[in-house]
């Protein structure tokens, strides 16, 4: 079938070079589930999204985006050949839900706007039409906006008493000596601006703090005057935090304290609106609800007015706990959600669809998820393929790979050494085949024979954040501890919610590593700094050249390499610097080489090939520690916006390795590992290990549990069934004596 090239019932890639694409050529059977799989780096998401994806998304563009295209031109194709019998892509990837305070979990599915017309069909009394029940618009509460906090400014972090303003008293952002902000001050009238502000009067410190919005002429000018600490209220605080730049943020986070709104207790609404009740709950009492049982809530609701919208919610419901996340509830805000909860979140809008012959293309569905969990996505993917949809999944989990029609496996290696077809056909084919995914499939970690023993013990007493149980465990020190359990049983509320605050303790989490669009690995490992230095001794010339924040940037789009077009209502669009050509840096910069490569050149090398270039001590210490944990195909230049929650995590700890003993929190370090790297990690883990620290990890990967030396397996189940320790030991113990839902799947991996 697949040898056919006329056969319209196949996805035909010719000569894909995305990349570190080799001229891929392949034909992907259409309704068919397909594994994109091979090692970390091998070009899995090159062909899938940078491809296969991105040339539906452009036709789709060219189709409807005639606006666009009048002032842009076409939309950039991938590098291919051809692409034939394309279908309309969805793509299904893990990018957080936005940061949007007023987005949650309900908003986002549609299920609140859903539970806002029941109640203004069945509440009683009534509040009025469905927009009177929304926090974003009628029924928002007054105090909080909507927010369901408010915040209050620690004066002190805001201005220095012992300073006047003229001498640079006030400490917010943007409120510099001379700028137009200060001068409103400065010149009110109000106060002299060369006393220290410890000496105003009762007044004047009123006046300069907190006096309401007043029309006056300042320095010759009609223009509103108001108090500092409301000025910067509405400025920073009465938005969302996560758009804002970093150095803003950090104000925010130091200056800035946010607590439940008094008025609605954290409901969002207007009283009047939550006196508003079905069956005695109002609105946001059923928003707060474990998903789960808002459906068996609404089981009871049965009013023939309102029989198609419960049903419709009650769907939507359903199919959030069959994609395991019954344990949350509507009021979630998006921003909170992980990858994995955002990627599943955005499935549920595809299950209920009448759409068939679309594309859905998935990146690793299972992160996140317990081996109890796998299974339930396994049916979900199973279900969108059987609707007569083309199901692409980019995954490494052989769980995953055995439920695939059709397997493309890329490598051999990473960056450079991968982007080239190594099988393509059956699972059966896979596992017999000598690939290095083929050789992992039936790969598995032993249980350890001797445990390293404890050095001492980390407490932790009475945990009670969201679904913990006031919770008593021991963290032993001085081994790897493993803590496990299905998703949403409460193991991140356990670790982060108690350790963080402990001295010696280092988060390296998924998180987005904060900071501007032209950070890379380079710039983030200090690795940047070695560089300039060797290639300004090379040449006889300033350092500061060789920085796209600095003297050497390119002008037209000050270092950055692209030129973005902001288009109001519309996404913004991206397009290559046409003066540097997307290489950041003035052409005279680029006349500059260190052994034969300019600064462009080396910032394109990946990580393993910068190991070998490199002989600057500096230099190899930070590339050394970037290749053992796994990031050897990234490329130096590379946006950090583009990195995976998986390769940002090992960045960090790529950063913070090397310093003193210290106990360790990573979290699932396994996402976006190929089997065989999954050795690697467990190598690099130990090294920490016996290098005197203590490391925590969090980790549904089989492999990491049984490598561990101590486990704690949380749950019986997610939500309000979870938030217990319910065993505590070696992994040993685990398989040989626990009967929780991961003893279940351990012992079945350790046979």
């Known amino acids: ?326 344990y949350l509830s509507l009021d979630r805000e998006s921003a909170t959600l992980s990858g994995g909860e955002a990627q599943r979140v955005k499935m549920v809008r595809h299950l209920g669809s009448s759409l068939t012959d679309v594309t859905y293309v998935f990146d690793e569905p299972t992160v996140g998820l317990h081996p109890h969990d796998i299974q339930r996505m396994n049916g979900l993917l199973r279900r969108l393929c059987d609707k007569g949809n083309t199901v692409l999944v980019v995954e490494h989990k052989p769980e995953t790979i055995a439920i695939a029609d059709h397997v493309v496996d ?75 359990g299905v998703a949403g049983s409460g193991k991140s509320s356990l670790i982060y919610g108690s350790l963080p605050r402990r001295d010696g303790v280092i988060v390296v989490d998924q998180s987005a590593i904060r900071g501007s669009r032209r950070s890379n690995p380079a710039t983030y490992s200090g690795l940047l700094d070695a560089v300039r230095t060797a290639f300004a001794k090379a040449n006889k010339v300033k350092a500061a050249l060789f920085s796209a924040n600095s003297e050497g940037a390119c002008r037209h789009c000050k270092g950055i390499g692209l030129v973005y077009l902001d288009l109001a209502m519309m996404a913004g669009v991206a397009t290559v610097c046409e003066e540097c050509e997307g290489r950041r840096f003035t052409a005279a910069v680029l006349e500059h080489r260190l052994r034969g490569r300019d600064i462009s050149e080396v910032l394109a090398m990946p990580v393993s090939e910068a190991q070998e270039f490199f002989t600057e001590k500096a230099a190899r210490t930070v590339l050394d520690r970037l290749a053992a944990v796994g990031l050897g195909y990234l490329t130096l230049g590379q946006p950090l916006t583009t990195l995976s929650g998986g390769e940002r995590q090992r960045l960090k700890l790529a950063v913070k390795m090397g310093g003193s003993p210290a106990t360790y929190l990573l979290d699932e370090p396994t996402s976006g590992l190929h089997l065989a790297d999954v050795d690697q990690l467990l190598e690099l883990l130990d090294r920490l290990v016996d290098a005197g620290n203590t490391v925590v990890v969090i980790e549904h990967h089989l492999a990491v549990m049984a490598h561990a030396d101590w486990l704690i397996d949380l749950g019986p189940g997610a939500g309000q069934d979870g938030g217990r320790v319910v065993f505590t030991g070696t992994p040993q113990e685990l398989a040989d004596k626990g009967d929780t839902l991961t003893a279940q799947h351990l012992r079945e991996y350790v046979r």
């Not at 305070?101 to 069945?122: H, N």
């Not at 499939?441 to 913990?468: F, Q």
């Open 410 to 484: 890329l490598g051999p290696g990473a960056g450079p050494a991968g982007g080239r077809i190594q099988y393509q056909g059956s699972v059966a084919g896979l596992r017999a085949s000598d690939t290095p995914t083929g050789r992992y499939l039936g790969h598995r970690v032993g249980v350890k024979a001797v445990c390293r023993e404890r050095t001492g013990e980390l407490p932790i007493r009475g945990a009670a954040t969201h679904n913990l149980r006031d919770v008593d465990v021991d963290i032993p020190l001085g081994v790897l501890t493993v803590v496990t």
């Open 1 to 326: 079938m697949l040898a056919d090239p006329d056969r319209h019932d196949l996805i035909q890639v010719r000569g894909a070079r995305e990349n570190n694409l080799h001229d891929v050529s392949l034909d992907i059977p259409k309704r068919r589930l397909t594994v994109f799989t091979g090692v970390s780096g091998s070009g899995k998401s090159s062909l899938v999204f940078g491809t296969i994806a991105a040339e539906s998304q452009r036709l789709i563009n060219e189709t409807y985006s005639a606006f666009l295209q009048s002032f842009m031109g076409s939309p950039a194709r991938p590098d291919v050949d051809a692409l034939h019998h394309l279908s309309a892509a969805i793509v299904v990837d893990q990018e957080r839900m936005g940061a949007n305070a007023r987005s949650t979990l309900g908003t986002a599915t549609d299920a609140y706007t859903m539970l806002r017309i029941l109640f203004s069909r069945l509440g009683v009394p009534g509040a009025g039409s469905a927009l009177a029940y929304s926090f974003n618009a009628e029924g928002m509460c007054v105090r909080c906006e909507g927010l369901g906090r408010v915040s209050s400014i620690d004066v002190d972090q805001l201005v220095d008493r012992d300073k006047s303003i003229n001498q640079g008293a006030i400490m917010a952002p943007n409120f510099s000596v001379g700028g137009w902000y200060v001068r409103g001050f400065a010149d009110s009238g109000l106060f002299d601006p060369d006393v220290p502000l410890r000496e105003f009067t009762a007044g004047q410190w009123q006046d300069f703090l907190y006096k309401p919005a007043t029309k006056m002429r300042i320095a010759g000018v009609n223009t509103t005057y108001e108090g500092l600490v409301l000025k910067v209220q509405r400025m920073y605080l009465a938005k969302d935090r996560e758009p804002a730049q970093p150095h803003i943020r950090a104000f925010v986070d130091r200056a800035a304290t946010f607590t439940t709104c008094p008025e609605c207790a954290g409901a969002r609404l207007k009283p009047a609106v939550l006196e508003s009740r079905i069956a005695g709950r109002n609105i946001a009492e059923c928003a707060a609800m474990q998903v789960s049982d808002l459906a068996g809530f609404l089981a009871e609701v049965r009013s023939p007015a309102v029989a198609p919208v419960v049903a419709t919610l009650r769907h939507t419901l359903e199919s959030l706990v069959e994609i395991g996340l019954g």
